[in-house]
């Protein structure tokens, strides 16, 4: 089955520096890659997600990349704010096939100011 | 907006105790999850649901079963509560299996 590596555990980063998870993934059948942000006290909320048929996608300060070939996908914060500290989490799962999301072990952020 | 809620948001009970955690949805989702967060874990799947009545097993459902009588409504049991289930439990929504999830503010769950 489906198995993501999320790397690292965690990251401090200086306000306005930016901050980049890495994830990867196993099953080359996997083609949705969705990012969860989880405050403290919340569920994990999703904040930006990319399919297999793109290799980038950018919203705002946020953007994902994608490496088919390697299977792995990365999240990449600029100019990074006090309220991006929150633990992130990668998943992956096959679009339409009924596939469950398979998660990353989480990354916690922490932007100091 | 979609909102999930759970019954609790923190719960203390005692080793072989019977616990029900129970999950409600809003948005007509046919899909309902429940995962367990543990530190340098992520997120594991314990059971979902994709209908009314039906369920299926996720990578860790030892310990624990499921019930969903009424299609906004989804609640993990504990049959008899163990230290090792001490736990953030989250439950989550989808309209579509392998989608994107709404998840509920969790529940910390200590059993001592």
């Known amino acids: 089955g489906e198995n993501v590596e999320q790397h690292p555990s965690t990251l401090s980063v200086q306000e306005g520096d930016s901050a980049v998870i890495k994830c990867t993934y196993s099953d080359s059948a996997s083609n949705y890659f969705p990012w969860y942000k989880q405050e403290l006290g919340k569920g994990p909320q999703l904040i930006i997600d990319?399919?297999?048929n793109v290799g980038e996608k950018k919203d705002q300060r946020i953007a994902v990349t994608l490496n088919k070939t390697a299977k792995h996908f990365s999240l990449h914060i600029t100019e990074t704010q006090p309220e991006d500290s929150a633990v992130y989490f990668c998943a992956a799962s096959v679009w339409g096939q009924g596939g469950k999301l398979i998660f990353g072990q989480g990354t916690e952020l922490s932007v100091k100011p | 907006d979609v909102k999930v809620t759970q019954s609790s948001r923190y719960l203390v009970k005692r080793t072989g105790e019977k616990v029900f955690l129970e999950c409600v949805q809003d948005?007509?989702?046919?899909?309902m999850f429940w995962y367990r967060q543990d530190p340098g874990l992520g997120l594991r799947l314990i059971y979902f649901?994709?209908?009314?009545?039906?369920?299926e097993k996720g990578d860790i459902p030892e310990g624990y079963s499921v019930s969903r009588e009424k299609k906004e409504r989804f609640s993990l049991i504990l049959e008899s509560a163990s230290t090792n289930q001490t736990s953030m439990y989250l439950c989550?929504?989808?309209?579509?299996?392998?989608?994107?999830?709404?998840f509920g503010p969790g529940t910390r769950l200590t059993v001592t």
């Open positions: 948005m007509d989702h046919e899909n």
């Open positions: 989550a929504s989808s309209f579509v299996v392998g989608h994107e999830q709404y």
């Open positions: 649901s994709y209908d009314v009545k039906m369920k």
């Open positions: 990319i399919r297999s």
